[in-house]
């Protein structure tokens, strides 16, 4: 091989090798900007609150789940510190986060802090020390909201008491009992029964306390209960002529093991007496409930469904059978009216009357109805036993509201969105534009001669043209988009940031379905359209009206370069 082969092989290694180097770099290059983008995403839609912050507790990075908080931009947060955004409770946070700085590896802990909405919530905060050169520079901190759960909790620790204070109501003997009869627990009017308060009670059996026999009952209901895995009940007289009515269930562990048995024992002498006397009553109630058309609905003293007449099963789906002895804020609500329905339940069983109030139910099938709900406590010798409500189906009241509102938002010849219905939408979208920093596209389009149209071929060929733009309009534009008729032969697209790649490819595209349309319809005219656009950013933001006003001008000197008198080449 010559000096000179050698000097091109040589030349042709070496360019071989900066390819491959060029290679791996636009390798790392892309790899960077994937990297890029998944930290984009992780900052601006997850839920939790994440950050960076230097050594001086100044924010350096901050989600926008963060800044949703105070109404801000991201950038904004940016050089701030939590003294800053959480007044006298960032002091207690920045202690967390000098101990951290001083050498802790982690810090791991609950906090509740008041927001500026004056709300309090509670997270779940991690900090982890950043390290350079073996000194801490900074720290990444995620704090997950965990309100949900701390009310969870809250709530949980409240339904026990209340749990308890509902039994120590209740005039029927409650008792607790193992699987060897002991007493567990008992309420206060098994207590007052046996004559011993509750700490004494516990502990001893009970069929030594009541019947004082040496071993339980032979037909008692609970043991009865826990050997068949079911409730069971019985009706017993006792030698003083007093009638008892029992209850025995079974109470299970987490496995499904019996571990004991709930008494629930009631004296029913009285009611006994006055049985025949309710049947005659209750058989003039179910006359009225059963020949009302609006939902009738009674609870008893424990709050549960004790009448449900058919407008109840034909407005709600759930039959008679069904639907007694449940508590009816559990069968027809759902979690986003439940605290309205809480305090409804409350007020009547505080004894206040409901007035007629416009609400939201459930049905069966989980379909939403809106009904007027009015209630009533049902109080005999001044003691409330129960509650009556009456539920009245507006619903189709509600649709033709709605069908009125939606009217006044909609042109009647096309359909499309009117003046009115636009600048509501606009604005809108022009505040989500703004919080999330993003652009968008107002376009503003003439229908050019179409006096001519009328005059040439009558009212009906122009109002044809109309209905056809507003086609060629949401033909050529996507759903997203908010497409409107704001007047005579004018119409308005406000295209959203997604779907936005040019001002010109709108246009564009809009052209394209308008000529496939003039070549598909073969009318007696073809329909031309002037358009002019204008562009929404929120780093320069403009108000609706000047934002169309600038479109206007726009579509103005496009149609005055427009001669319909000139052929293609320009010429009159």
Known sequence: MTEHEKSIQELLEEIAQQRKRISALEQERDQLRRTQRMWHTLMTKTADLVYFKDSDHHFTQVSQAYADIFEMKRKELLGKTARDLWGAEGEEILLDEKRLLAGEEILHKERKVTGPDGCSRWYLVSKIPIYQDGEVVGFFGVDKDITARKRVEEELKKSEEEKKTILDSLVEHVVHEDTDMKVVWANRAACESAGLPREELIGRYCYQVWPELSEPCPDCPV????????????????????????????????????????????????????????????????????AAPDALVTTNENHKIAEWNPGAEQLFGYTKEEAIGKRIDELITRPDVEKEAEEITKKIRAGQYLP?????????????????????????????????????????????????RTMALRDDLTELYNRRGFTLLAEQHMKIANREDRRMILLYIDIDELKLINDTYGHPSGDQALKDVAKILQDAFRESDVVARIGGDEFVVLALESNITHPQNLASRLQDTLETHNTNQQRVYDLSLSAGWSCYDPDSPSSLKELMHRADQAMYEEKRDWDPLKDETGSA
């Open 223 to 290: 043991v009865e209960a826990m050997k068949t895995r079911e409730p069971q009940e019985i009706e017993k007289n006792t030698p003083n002529g007093n009638a008892w009515y029992i209850r025995g269930y079974p109470v299970k562990d987490q496995n499904g093991e019996i571990v004991g048995g709930i008494e629930v024992t009631l004296d029913i002498t009285e009611r006994q007496q006055a049985i025949q006397q309710n049947k005659r009553r209750r058989r003039y109630l179910e006359s009225l409930l059963n």
């Open 356 to 404: 007629p109030t416009e609400v939201i139910r459930y049905r069966k099938d989980g379909t939403p109805v809106r009904v007027i709900l009015a209630g009533s406590p049902i109080v005999i010798d001044d003691q409330m036993v129960g509650a009556v409500a009456v539920y009245t189906d507006i619903t189709e009241r509600v649709q033709m509201e709605q069908e009125l």
